[in-house]
């Protein structure tokens, strides 16, 4: 069992940045953040398998950076250029090391365990 918890979320302004944290209570391979907004479907946003093997969604490329620090199991989510858009429940989740180099990255089915969220609010 991994534990999970995020912190970090809380209200910006369009254009403004946040930056959220993901502490594991256990090293976990593949770690990832998915985002759900009221009436839609849970979206994956970004995945950090190693240094060299980080994914995005379209939506969030190049505004977004998903880091890690192995020492501390915590996984971070440096947020720029916020839009309106942005604004949902953000999650963090754990999956086996080959999720991150599959293709199922952005599946939240894949991935086994989770936190229990922080929200995000951009507002216009």
């Known amino acids: 069992q991994v534990e999970l918890v995020e912190s970090g979320g809380g209200t910006v302004q369009a254009g403004g940045s946040l930056r959220l944290s993901c502490a594991g209570s256990?090293?976990?391979?593949?770690m990832g953040w998915f985002r759900q907004a009221p009436g839609k479907e849970r979206e994956g946003v970004a995945t950090f398998g190693s240094t060299v093997n980080t994914r995005y969604a379209d939506s969030v490329k190049g505004r977004f950076t998903i880091s890690k620090d192995t020492a501390k199991n915590t996984l971070y989510l440096q947020m720029n250029s916020l839009k309106p858009e942005d604004t949902a429940m953000y999650y963090c989740?754990?999956?086996?090391?080959?999720?991150?180099?599959?293709?199922?990255?952005?599946?939240?089915?894949?991935?086994?365990?989770w936190g229990q969220g922080t929200q995000v609010t951009v507002s216009s």
């Open positions: 256990a090293y976990t391979d593949c």
């Open positions: 989740a754990s999956a086996d090391w080959y999720t991150c180099f599959s293709a199922s990255w952005s599946n939240g089915g894949s991935y086994k365990y």
